[in-house]
């Protein structure tokens, strides 16, 4: 059980357009999905929280008009990586969880060109 | 605030030996803590949480670890290392069970020698 899916798992896009990555939960409606960040042989720093329904909130120092964050149902988060630049390039991962069930994504390799 | 402070970012050990992995947190509230196991290019695997109750826990593939709350300490111990155990690990702390909003450590990459 619980379990995330993402989609894509690896992506490469030129400079200036967007970039939209899905996060699923499979077998349980999650509640609150988190979506991190990381940067090559670094942790994993937290981008921003979303519950179903509700306007995202982000952490500090992350533009809520650059990522874009959508949970629309209660399976379902996207992020949208608007305008990607090189430095945008990094492994994001997503967590979906709701009450005893909690788990992470695959995490989706982005590539900006 | 929170924040998980792992010693040693790159930790190896010969197959068959004990593997240490160290972790210290900081926490104003009793924290909830989470050892992950990442494989390359992969997302993350839990190993085991403590919550409440037993200070030991015990985890996926062998693995355990001991929540120490004079030591803020929550290191990951397995008594024989295997070669499939080498992958990164992160220690994350979590002020609420309910919300899980984890604040990681910066990783400890395991290598296991032949």
């Known amino acids: 059980g619980a379990v995330v899916s993402q989609h894509p798992s690896w992506v490469i896009c030129k400079s200036g357009t967007s970039v939209k990555i899905e996060c699923r939960s499979l077998d349980f409606q999650a509640t609150t999905m988190f979506w991190y960040r990381q940067f090559p042989k670094q942790s994993l720093m937290l981008m921003a929280t979303s519950n179903e329904g509700s306007k995202a909130t982000y952490e500090q120092g992350v533009e809520k008009d650059k990522f874009l964050i959508n949970h629309a149902s209660l399976t379902l988060s996207t992020l949208t990586v608007t305008s990607a630049h090189p430095e945008d390039s990094s492994f994001y991962i997503c967590?979906?969880?709701?009450?005893?069930?909690?788990?992470f994504g695959p995490g989706t390799r982005l590539l900006v060109l | 605030a929170q924040s998980v402070t792992q010693l040693g970012s790159h930790v190896s050990v010969s197959e068959g030996a004990l593997v240490l992995l160290r972790c210290n947190y900081s926490s104003s509230v009793p924290p909830y803590l989470f050892w992950y196991v990442q494989y390359p290019n992969q997302g993350l695997q839990l190993l085991l949480k403590?919550?409440?109750?037993?200070?030991l826990v015990k985890g996926i593939n062998g693995f355990e670890a001991e929540f120490k709350k004079s030591e803020t300490s929550f290191h990951l111990t397995k008594p024989s290392a295997h070669m499939s155990d080498a992958a990164e690990y992160f220690c994350?702390?979590?002020?609420?069970?309910?919300?899980?909003?984890?604040?990681f450590g910066t990783g400890t990459r395991l290598t296991i020698i032949p």
């Open positions: 967590s979906a969880r709701n009450l005893g069930n909690a788990a």
């Open positions: 994350a702390v979590s002020d609420s069970f309910g919300n899980e909003k984890l604040t």
């Open positions: 403590y919550t409440t109750g037993a200070t």
